[in-house]
């Protein structure tokens, strides 16, 4: 694909992938794309677990989640609807956002509902579990750095990682999801290290399911600020504009 549709065509798939496998050769593809991303330093501070075993992702896709109000509200915040997306350009669609933040939204008394969070799970769970591989992406904060913001720059050397496997893998027609969810609670944080022996020094910072699409599918928003609206010419005060 040319690299100008690639980068627009790149979506998040956030539902149920087919059983068809990933070959290794296109896995290796995608790793390749990884190995490649721009890091401070070249230090390269990461890892990456790949998953296949079924039972370890059936174990992952138990680790339960539950969103606070704040969280919550922070969803329900950036959700838009189609007009307004087409307006302003930020925020996502809100077919999009998952039911549960619905429900939390019309009803916030469910947020303290254990019963309300064990079907979720249940519906996360299938979800999870419809994927042909993982990939949990780790950050090394040891790595010496420069400065007191060693660790920040190292962390968006691993953001050039996640775009990278990202495009690589949309490229091959495989789908992507990434899983925040369960990085945002310190128990799940604790399961998944258990789970994927992962050190303790080590920080999990993204979970990636790769998989084929199925026959039903929930995308990313497509809908973009316009480039007049974010560039500036030479001065911030200077909006930046293509002649016509």
């Known amino acids: 694909m040319d690299f100008q549709e690639l980068v627009k065509f790149r979506r998040s798939s956030r539902w149920v992938f087919s059983k068809r496998r990933i070959s290794d050769e296109d896995l290796k593809k995608i790793l390749e794309a990884a190995q490649y991303a721009p890091t401070p330093h070249n230090r390269q501070p990461f890892e990456i677990i790949v998953v296949k075993d079924r039972n370890i992702i059936k ?13 919550v509200d922070g969803h329900i915040f950036w959700t838009r609807s189609k007009k307004e997306l087409e307006s302003k350009g930020v925020g996502v669609q809100v077919d999009v956002v998952p039911k549960f933040v619905h429900d939390l939204k019309d009803k916030p008394e469910l947020i303290d509902d254990d019963e309300f969070w064990k079907k979720t799970m249940g519906l996360f769970s299938i979800v ?10 780790i ?21 050039a990682v ?13 789908s992507v999801h990434l899983i925040s969810s ?27 399911r790769l998989g084929y699409e199925g026959k039903f599918g929930k995308y990313g928003t497509p809908y973009r600020r316009k480039l007049e609206d974010f560039v500036h010419l030479n001065k911030f005060s200077n909006k930046f504009t293509f002649k016509k």
């Open 162 to 174: 996640m775009q990278n496997i990202w495009l690589a893998a949309n490229n091959l027609g495989i």
């Open 59 to 71: 174990q992952i896709s138990e680790v339960e989640i539950r969103l606070s109000k704040e969280e």
């Open 182 to 208: 369960q990085t945002m609670m310190v128990e799940s944080i604790r399961k998944l290290h258990e789970i994927l022996n992962i050190p303790k020094d080590y920080r999990i910072l993204f979970l990636f």
């Open 128 to 137: 999870m579990q419809a994927t042909a591989i993982m990939l949990i992406v």
């Open 139 to 159: 950050f090394d904060p040891k790595l010496p750095g420069i400065g007191p913001l060693k660790n920040l720059w190292g962390i968006l050397g691993v953001g």
